[in-house]
């Protein structure tokens, strides 16, 4: 034992794999919520959607769920039939395992049908796992990619002896990747359809019978598209029906290049502190991909065309629009999007074209490393404070009545807590004024714009820059019950908020403020 240890042999094996998995899932446990940018959204969105399917009328008059296939579907669906049976912070901790579990397995599924002697280089992956966009709550494009390495490893286990039964296994597959995120989507159809190319001019490059394998490879690409038909139908009428608002905000090629780099997707809260670390990740990435070309003597030409190194098209197109498209445009935040989809694609090629070494078992274990500090230097200095704030919240909600109209006023300064008055909702009934998924077209749940109220404060529809979601023309008329401050609270004293602690003081009370100060809780009197 002693000997594989010192060669490093110890790093292929199964139980090491399944050993760092499991220290991921114990450390999402030492906190109540894993508290991100848009989590607070989803739970509270996932509850509504709850209320509305049990009959609750008083939310269905301010919300109505879209009746547009909308793609980010997955994690509301999961998040809502865990919220009916549990509180809201144990389906959201169920999510994430799920999420964690399922982006592991799947990526080393993956690995191993393209490569039944690489899988143990799959625990890669685990940095990947926690990037820059899963920690602002980006779960339904996170657990996209969950759909994507497993319907890619399901395809290539199965592509020759695929049957009835099968196909809609990967109708289930294809047509769940599109509920998760439309732009993985896409890409799966794009890498399935050249595995299709690949495969058949592996099989018939030597055969002089060009009607057949034309009509091989057509038979599959038409089972593809037929069964991949159902999701193409829902992408259509998305796009058809929803109106996006980008922007032409874009980065410059030098910005890029360095997000490249730092290795980007891993850097979360303190881009300088952070950066220390992931800029290894690069290194380490551009070591794996020469360890083969030296292995096979610098000869591009002598090295084989392997099923992995159709990968290397969609890595290719994915940096082309990395570097193309605006950051602001579609629903915002593309740059992010494809440098992180470049690094998986270009990782999943590595992995799959790299051989067990010494070299490459170091490698593993200073990835292990860095992901373990990175992480837990995540946990230790943001994500337990954020979560002792979400609970704050959470645990107000105890003092509001079922369907109250909140009032949320934001003064962290926090650029992370922008919804986390949604905490609030996450279990019970309640109106938040401040739903940004509602605002926009591309969730479940909406503004239900026809019957929505005329929300008042007082005699007023907005405050000295505060402003709620309203509907002035509307004959019904409702007023704000209760308002919840949260952040610094001591800023309400500042004069530009005078008019808001006066009306405070003569039309509300307060029902709670948090031992730390961090909540106040105000009832309309």
Known sequence: ???????????????????????????????????????????????LLGQILQ????????????????????????LGIFILLLPAWM????????????????????????????????????????????????????????????????????????????YILLFLLL????????????????????????????????????????????????????????????????FEKVTFFPSEQALSNKELFKWIFDARPFIVYDYGADEIITQHYFYIIIILIIIPFIKEGMKIKDIAFKKADVLLIPTLISLLLYFSVPNGSSAGMMSDRYCLISYLFALAWICSR?????????????????????????????IKNLDKNAISIYNSSKYLNDNSIVLPINFTGNWLEPHFSNYLGADKPLIILENYEASIGWFPL???????????????????????????????????DNILIYGNTTTINNEEWKELKDLLSTDFKLIHKSDDGFVMLYERL
Request: hydrophobic letters at 50%; glycine letters at 4%; proline letters at 3%.
């Open 446 to 480: 909406k503004w239900n714009t026809e019957d929505f109220p005329n929300i008042l404060l007082g005699d007023k529809t907005s405050m000295n820059g505060i402003y709620w979601k309203s509907n002035p023309g509307s004959s019904k008329t409702l007023q704000i």
């Open 1 to 47: 034992m002693m000997k594989n240890i010192l060669s490093l042999k110890f790093t292929e094996s199964k139980l090491f794999f399944y050993s760092i998995l499991f220290a991921n899932l114990v450390f999402l446990c030492f906190t109540k919520f894993y508290p991100s940018m848009d989590g607070a959204a989803h739970l509270y969105n996932s509850n």
């Open 91 to 166: 389906a959201e901790k169920i999510l994430i395992i799920l999420y964690v579990a399922g982006m592991a397995l799947s990526f080393r599924y993956l690995i191993k049908q393209l490569n039944s002697d690489a899988p143990f280089l799959s625990i890669l992956i685990f940095p990947f796992i926690y990037s820059f966009l899963f920690h602002l709550g980006f779960y339904n494009f996170s657990i996209s990619f969950v759909f994507l390495f497993l319907t890619l490893g399901y395809y290539l286990k199965n592509m020759d002896s695929f049957n009835f039964r099968k």
């Open 55 to 78: 009959g609750n009328d008083a939310i269905s008059d301010f919300y109505t769920i879209s009746t547009i296939p909308i793609p980010n579907w997955i994690s509301h669906f999961i």
């Open 175 to 238: 047509t769940l990747t599109y509920f998760s995120n439309v732009l993985i989507f896409g890409l799966l159809g794009l890498i399935l359809g050249l595995f299709i190319l690949q495969s058949t001019y592996h099989y018939y490059k030597n055969t002089t019978d060009h009607n057949y394998a034309l009509k091989h490879v057509g038979n599959r690409l038409l089972l593809l598209f037929l069964t991949s038909l159902p999701a193409l139908i829902f992408l259509f009428l998305f």
């Open 354 to 382: 790299t051989t067990k070494n010494n070299l490459n078992r170091f490698l593993v274990l200073v990835v292990v490393s860095l992901h373990l500090t990175l992480f837990y230097q995540h946990q230790n200095r943001v």
